[in-house]
Structure formats: C-alpha cells, structure tokens
C-alpha cells in the first residue's frame, strides 16, 4: 500500500512563515519540486521549488495556502512519482526523499508521527504473520500479541487526537480479536474488517491516495491467485460498502478499479463493473465523458461483435456485419490528414499481401473527401469508407476512437480478436493467420 504522508495546519498565529523544503538524493536525478492542493477531484498547483545542486529546494507558504492534504510531484509521469503529506499550518514540512528509501520527514510532528505508526504496524503485522506462519495455537501468545496490537493502536490515536492525522490513524485501525482464532477465522475476519473502520465521506481521506489503496488493495491483494468469481465478490463489497450519498468518491474509486482491469485487458471483469455499477454511477454523477468512455468500451471489447456500420463504395453500398468472403477482416481508422496513417498505410499493404484470407476495411475519418479519394486510389485492395465530420462523426464514439490509425482485428463473422495499438503490435497479431 502507498504511504501517505501527513502534515497539519492550522491558522498561524505567529509573525513566522512556514514553507516545505526537503532535499532529493541524488541531486543529479531531479530538477524540480512541484507542490500541488489535492482534492476529491484532483490537485491544484500551488508553486514550484527549483533544487540547487546538492538537491535542495524550499517553497515559502502563506496565509493564503488553506490546511488540508497536499502533494510533492517531483518527476514524470506525476501521477506515479507524488507522495502525499498534510499540512496544518503551523509546522514548516522538511523532509529527504530518495527512490531506494523514499520520503522520510525531518520536521512536522504530524507526518513523523503517521510514518511512525506505519512503521509499528508494520512490524506488529510482521508478529502475528509469524504467529501464524509457526503453526502456533498457544492462546497465551496470542492474546499477548494482539494485547500490543491494541496497546498500540490506542497509543497512536491518543497521540492524534485533535490532529488531522488522526482521520487517518483511525481510519487504519486494525481487526483485533477479543479470543483466540485460527488462521482461517481471523483471515476471514481481517478481510471483513478491512473496511469497515473507513469514513468515505471524510474530506482529508478522499483527498489523499489512501482510499485508492485501500480499495485497490481489498480487491487485488487479500486473496491469493483469485478467480474472476473471486474479484467480483470483492468488487460487489466495495459498492456495497461505499454509499451513494458519497456518489462523486463512489465513482471515482469504481472508476479506478474499472481502468486497472482494463490495463491488465480483462474484459470480463471491466466490462462486469461497467454493466453492474460504473455506468449507472457515471450517469448519476452526471459524467457523461465517462459514460461515453465506459460505452465505447464495451462496444469494442474482445470477444464482442464489432458494431455495424455502413460502408458506401462506387460498387455498391453494403455494412460491416454483412461482409462475406474472408476469414480475418483488418479494421482500420485512419485519415489522410493524418502523417502516420501515411506513413503506416504502406506497410499496412505490404505486411498483408500475401495473406488472401483477410481483408482491410479503411475508414476514413475526414472533413472534406478530396484527399481522401486521391488517398484511397494508392489502395485498390482495400475495402473504403469515409465518416464525414472526422472526430464527430458518430463512429467515433461508437469505437472510441482516440487517435489514428487505430486497428482492429476481425474474425470471419466480425468478432473482435486483437485491438493492436501500434503497427509492430500488429505485425505481431498477423504473423500467425
């Protein structure tokens, strides 16, 4: 799970200023320090902090710099190289940070004192891990343990209270048995729990990366080797737990857990979530560019039939679904404005030439025909259509069309088999028919 780092702030009182400095090792590696306001919706820029050349910066902060959660984004891509803190106002946040040991506070109690809880439950885990690991069934020790486990996590939030951290703290507060349990029970418990402490309706947790953890965490980490049964139980607990009076955090967390199954290109489970509850909270949330997304994706699936769509030639006039004749079809969007389709529609013709048992499909995307029709007289093989109005032309977002040229790979009776996003991806794809 992504550590979050918290700070605290409150209205300052004093005629002192506060900043947020920290040094990044080594030095060579990094430019600058990018400090952002996060939010439920995403972070705001605040300002920048250039590093000198042992690899420290410093941002003053001001009055107008309100408390809450914010992000240090210190390379690219951000949203893979950021780490949260909290700042409360009233504490100067120094730390070092470097790619082998991450972020380690200097200054600010509040986050000195998130990272030392980690730390501690850290190894607490590590114990009852090892309790378990032995075979052990001694009740005295296990009560021993989570007698620490409960000592602990008591001492931390007295330590927090009336602190921002302690939403935090509190919101990780861990399953502890009043008995003795196997290792099954208590598995299954622990997993019970794993939500249940978490306010999703709290400011400060959705505007950190520890509800995405969290999350993201429940459904991919708590069961080992899982089934596609298996991860739908697990999403289905997270809509369940997750109220819709927190509809904006309910879809943006749905959302998350969708784009991971479709980077891990399982259509199965993205395509579940997007039927049972993502495109229904999209609509409710009044995300109509996401519902479109989620739409297009189904529409273009692997394994779904491709949508239909009208191909006009000055042979005749037919569609899609009523092609006959070949066993592969190659659909291919593209426009002739488009320097890499001109650059890839050669080789297009040249890979497939000797496969007679596929058949392109060009669609051209255009704003006037003119080019187009001079383009297309280079392609005699290939099957054209052209789609007027180029990105709105409705196809578009039937087949989610984000770029050009965009392949899709079509079976006999038009079932969608691959979706190569580049040309090597295709040669690839093609190779074996």
Known sequence: ???????????????FAQSVKGNFSPAEDFSY????????????????????????????????????????????PPEENNFDFIYDGK???????????????????????????????DMVNQTISNYYSKGNTDEKGFNSIFKVVKDTQLAYEESANGKLVSAFITANRPYMPSQY?????????????????????????????FLVDRVTGYVFNMVENPSSATYKAQVDDIAKTI???????????????WQRFV?????????????????????????????????S?????????APNFEIASTQNTTNLHDLKGSDYYLLVFWSSGCGHCLNELPKVKELLAN???????????????????????????????????????????????????????????????????????????????
Request: no cysteine; glycine share 6%; aromatic share 12%.
């Open 33 to 76: 320090a990018f400090l952002y306001k996060a939010t439920p919706d995403g972070a705001n820029y605040v300002n920048r902090g250039k590093l000198d050349s042992i690899g420290n910066f410093e941002i003053s902060l001001d009055s107008t710099v309100s408390p809450g959660i914010y992000k240090i984004v210190y390379a690219v």
């Open 181 to 209: 349990e196997d290792i099954s029970t208590y598995s299954k418990h622990l997993k019970t729990h794993f939500l249940s402490q978490i306010d999703f309706g709290n400011y400060l947790l959705q505007s950190s990366s």
């Open 243 to 257: 109220s819709n009076n927190n509809l904006e955090i309910k879809t943006s967390l749905i959302e998350i857990l």
């Open 1 to 15: 799970m992504k550590k979050i780092f918290v700070l605290i702030l409150i209205l300052p009182f004093l005629s």
């Open 355 to 433: 496969k007679s048992n596929l058949k392109v499909v060009a669609f051209g995307l255009e704003e006037e025909p003119s080019k187009w029709n001079q383009e297309i007289t280079k392609y005699p093989e290939f099957l054209h259509t052209i789609g007027l109005g180029k990105w709105d032309n409705p196809i578009v977002k039937t087949y989610g069309i984000t770029a050009t040229p965009m392949y899709f790979l079509l079976s006999g009776t038009k079932i969608i088999m691959a979706k190569p996003y580049a040309y090597e991806d295709l040669e690839v794809v093609i190779k074996d028919l």
């Open 91 to 121: 504490e100067t946040v120094a730390f070092n940070f470097s790619y082998d040991k991450g972020v380690e506070f200097t200054e600010s109690e509040e986050n000195k004192l998130w990272n030392s809880y980690l730390h501690s439950m």
């Open 297 to 305: 994706y189904k529409n273009t699936s692997i394994g779904t039939k």
């Open 263 to 295: 980077s891990m290109e399982n259509h199965e489970l993205a395509n579940y979530i997007a039927d049972t509850y993502l495109l229904e909270l999209a609509n409710l949330a009044g995300k109509k560019v996401l519902a479109e997304t989620i739409t």
